[in-house]
């Protein structure tokens, strides 16, 4: 990981406030509490940046979290700057420099909750740009967990979700569906299989846009159920039992 510089005069503030959680609010699952915050940062004269990040009260965590969210800032507003020197006076004008990020949290088991990051931005292209970036924890043991912390066997994990998704990225597009795209952006390595969420009985394997398909087709998330990577035999402190 690299760490950036702001380098323009900007104003952070960061909002704190307890998000109430009951059952009927997320009947599929108990939440554990955090808090959301917000990091926001405005400059008068653009661009602007508004990321929302949830707060466990775990030291470790929350240092992950909010130096993932840094980065994100950062990396941002330097190609933001860039672009924007680069540009007419007519152009910056009609330009809407920001970034926005939301998240969501799922829980596989009691002590394990993955993080879901969608991050929105737009930095002088034809179109804005986002992404969906994922980070998953052990709240009992304040810890990041890795893809080789899921899975007793990670390569065969790999191995059955390079298989399954795909597959299934081929249904998902349809007649749109590069084979040899898809081929070499599910092929079982951890860079293809980064943005792993995990839930109840399953795993959602986020890809970015213009990875498996046009831009059209968005991020595609492609489920796979937990039953599908049995021989790769998932973590029981990570999933608990279907």
């Known amino acids: 990981m690299h760490y950036y510089k702001l380098s323009i005069a900007c104003f952070i503030a960061v909002c704190t406030l307890v998000l109430p959680y009951s059952a009927s609010a997320v009947p599929a699952q108990q939440l554990p509490e955090y808090q959301n915050s917000t990091l926001q940062i405005e400059n008068a004269k653009r661009p602007s940046v508004s990321i929302s990040y949830p707060v466990f009260g775990k030291k470790n965590i929350d240092k992950a979290i909010k130096f993932f969210i840094n980065n994100q800032a950062a990396a941002y ?104 795209m898809i081929t070499y952006e599910t092929y079982p390595t951890l860079a293809n299989f980064s943005e792993i969420q995990l839930a109840p009985g399953k795993v959602i394997i986020h890809f970015q846009p213009y990875q498996v398909a046009p831009w059209v087709e968005g991020a595609p998330q492609i489920t796979v159920p937990l039953k599908k990577l049995s021989e790769a035999k998932p973590e029981a402190e990570v999933f608990s039992p279907n």
Not at 82 to 104: C, H, I, P, V
Not at 106 to 116: A, N, Y
Not at 128 to 140: H, I
Not at 157 to 175: F, N, T, V
């Open 77 to 180: 507003l330097q190609m933001a700057n860039e672009n924007f020197e680069a540009m007419d006076e007519e152009s910056r004008k009609l330009a809407q420099w920001d970034m926005n990020g939301t998240f969501t949290v799922t829980q596989p088991s009691e002590d394990v909750v993955s993080v879901v990051f969608t991050i929105e931005s737009y930095s002088g292209g034809a179109h804005g740009n986002y992404s969906e970036e994922v980070l998953n924890f052990d709240l009992k043991t304040d810890r990041e967990l890795q893809f080789q912390d899921l899975f007793e066997e990670p390569s065969v994990a790999l191995k059955l979700l390079s298989q399954y998704c795909a597959s299934a990225l081929k249904e998902k597009i349809g007649e749109q569906a590069d084979a040899d």
